[in-house]
């Protein structure tokens, strides 16, 4: 790497924007965590759809459903607000809002108790909606603050400091999990849903004061309401799209791999304490453990993204993918389950950061949020159809092993579609 770019790269990551950017990373990592991955899921399946009461894996079923059912709904909202947020050069005020009401819905997670479904998936769907629609618009801003040299870089540390706050908060509920799911510790394990609010409000303010829509961009005045408007504009991508072929082909790539992120996000801690027989304490130390390298590799990944190009990128680590799925579902050793996870937690970062550079190459300049969008739907779409897939058949063969195997159709399929996918203005960089 050139002492000159490496320079300028250094001086790019530490641009305040780009610093409070990051910031948001490690904020909204702390809702996908403890809500969607680790804590709450497991408090879900375990207490609130308690076997006991319920049937056996009928918590796997209603969590696949309450995910389902939010990602239709912010599949159908997240064009509308990219649409609205670009004619009105407004991304910072979506951000600011869609957070702000996650975290109040995600803190009345709090009062759940056993037995409470109904409640619980109205919550959650209701949280994961807000969530999902301001990744959106905390994605749309990478173009804005990063150059085609330097957006894998940009990408990396995002994820990079994401993973710090995975771990951050994880170090932060510990000493409330250390006693489990025994009845005397549900409410320290309620608790981790208020520290997770906290900490999620707290890193996510540096990006509502400082990140700013691009000043060159012009307000369209509209003589119709926001929502009709945003439509409007979304009928009218979606005839514009067809003139991106390869941005349409990423997008059905990405939606297929996608499939098999959703559930592993959803699923692996519900996987490791059913399947595995890991307590609450291992499955947090496990990803902990799983943070750690992670924070490492996604800078290297984004520096490998810019040197190597971000579809390479993508097809090395879904390989990996589907060699850590079929050594998971072959072998019930823990010793291969951790390896596999220390390997899967890089090879999603990775995924995702070349993902997302990807997606600066493929999409018109000054329609970020209305594309990213689109990128935010198929990864959403996914959300719907992986992880129902996978509750149903669990629920149905009351195996999770079987359940797990969906994962491999969607990476090899996902990974067949990104080879017809042309990168025209993409090259080598000399870094």
Not at 193 to 210: D, K
Not at 227 to 254: D, P, Q, V
Not at 328 to 345: E, K, P, Q
Request: charged share 10%; with cysteine; proline share 3%.
């Amino acid at each position: 790497m050139k002492k000159g770019t490496f320079r300028d790269i250094i001086r790019t990551l530490f641009r305040p924007p780009v610093v409070s950017w990051a910031l948001y990373d490690l904020a909204n990592t702390s809702f996908a965590v403890v809500i969607i991955t680790v804590i709450f899921p497991v408090y879900f399946t375990s207490i609130i759809a308690s076997p006991e009461i319920y049937s056996r894996n009928f918590g796997d079923l209603m969590w696949g459903v309450a995910s389902g059912v939010s990602m239709i709904i912010s599949s159908f909202l997240a064009p509308v607000f990219g649409a609205i947020a670009d004619t009105l050069r407004s991304k910072n005020k979506f951000l600011t809002i869609l957070t702000l009401a996650c975290i109040l819905f995600s803190s009345l997670l709090y009062f759940l108790k056993e037995g409470m479904v109904a409640q619980a998936v109205i919550l959650f769907i209701i949280s994961n909606i807000f969530y999902q629609n301001s990744m959106m618009f905390y994605n749309s801003f990478l173009p804005q603050l990063s150059s085609k040299k330097n957006t894998g870089f940009v990408s990396g540390f995002g994820f990079s400091v994401g993973y710090l706050g995975g771990l951050l908060i994880l170090i932060l509920i510990y000493p409330f999990v250390r006693g489990g799911l025994e009845p005397s510790n549900l409410q320290n394990i309620r608790i981790t849903f208020i520290i997770t609010c906290i900490f999620f409000l707290v890193f996510s303010l540096p990006s509502f004061i400082l990140l700013k829509d691009s000043p060159a961009a012009k307000i369209i005045k509209i003589n119709t309401s926001y929502i009709s408007y945003g439509f409007k504009k979304l009928a009218n991508t979606l005839r514009n799209i067809k003139k991106h072929k390869n941005l349409t082909r990423f997008l059905i790539s990405y939606f297929l791999f996608s499939n098999a992120f959703s559930i592993l996000a959803l699923y692996v801690a519900i996987y490791a304490k059913n399947t595995l027989n890991f307590g609450l304490l291992e499955i947090t130390l496990l990803f902990m453990l799983g943070h750690i390298p992670t924070i490492i590799s996604s800078i290297f990944f984004g520096w490998l993204t810019d040197k190597i190009g971000p579809k390479l990128t993508i097809t090395i680590t879904l390989v990996i993918w589907v060699i850590i799925i079929i050594l998971v579902t072959a072998f019930n050793i823990r010793v291969v389950f951790y390896i596999c996870w220390i390997l899967a937690s890089i090879s999603t970062g990775s995924t995702l950061i070349a993902s997302r550079s990807l997606m600066t190459f493929l999409i018109p300049r000054d329609s970020e949020a209305e594309f990213f969008g689109f990128y935010a739907i198929s990864g959403k779409i996914s959300s719907i159809i992986g992880p129902v897939a996978f509750g149903v058949i669990s629920f149905i063969t009351k195996n999770q092993r079987i359940a797990l195997l969906s994962t491999l159709f969607f990476l090899i399929s996902g990974l067949i579609v990104l080879q017809l996918v042309k990168v025209t203005s993409y090259r080598l960089k000399d870094f």
